[in-house]
Nanobody, 124 residues
Framework: QVQLVESGGGLVQPGGSLRLSCAASGRTFSSLTMGWFRQAPGKEREFVGVSSWRSGNTRYMDSVKGRFTISRDNAKNTVYLQMNSLKPEDTAVYYC?????????????????WGQGTQVTVSS
């Protein structure tokens, strides 16, 4: 089992930036594929992006391509979600998730471990 702890959420104005962090423990971090998901009020949890160290593959949902970037620091067992040019529609609770293996899945059902979530609010 992997333990995940997110941080870095908050309130930001439209056009602003935030960087979310997700610290992992309990497994060899480099063996994990790390995903980011979000859930807005009244909506289903949705895929945002995913990164696999072993395959080198990264995927993003269409609406965040060019604005969001996933990076990871294996020495710190931490994955980051850099969010730029934020829009009000990006407002949601953001979750990181982990799965073993190198497949960059976009399906939340394929992730075994989840963090507690961090609130991101984009508003003027």
């Amino acid at each position: 089992q992997v333990q995940l702890v997110e941080s870095g959420g908050g309130l930001v104005q439209p056009g602003g930036s935030l960087r979310l962090s997700c610290a992992a423990s309990g497994r060899t971090f480099s063996s994990l594929t790390m995903g980011w998901f979000r859930q807005a009020p009244g909506k289903e949890r949705e895929f945002v992006g995913v990164s696999s160290w072993r395959s080198g593959n990264t995927r993003y949902m269409d609406s965040v391509k060019g604005r969001f970037t996933i990076s990871r620091d294996n020495a710190k067992n931490t994955v980051y979600l850099q969010m730029n040019s934020l829009k009000p529609e990006d407002t949601a609770v953001y979750y990181c998730a982990a799965r073993l293996g190198s497949y960059v899945s976009t399906s939340l059902n394929e992730y075994d471990s989840w963090g507690q979530g961090t609130q991101v609010t984009v508003s003027s």
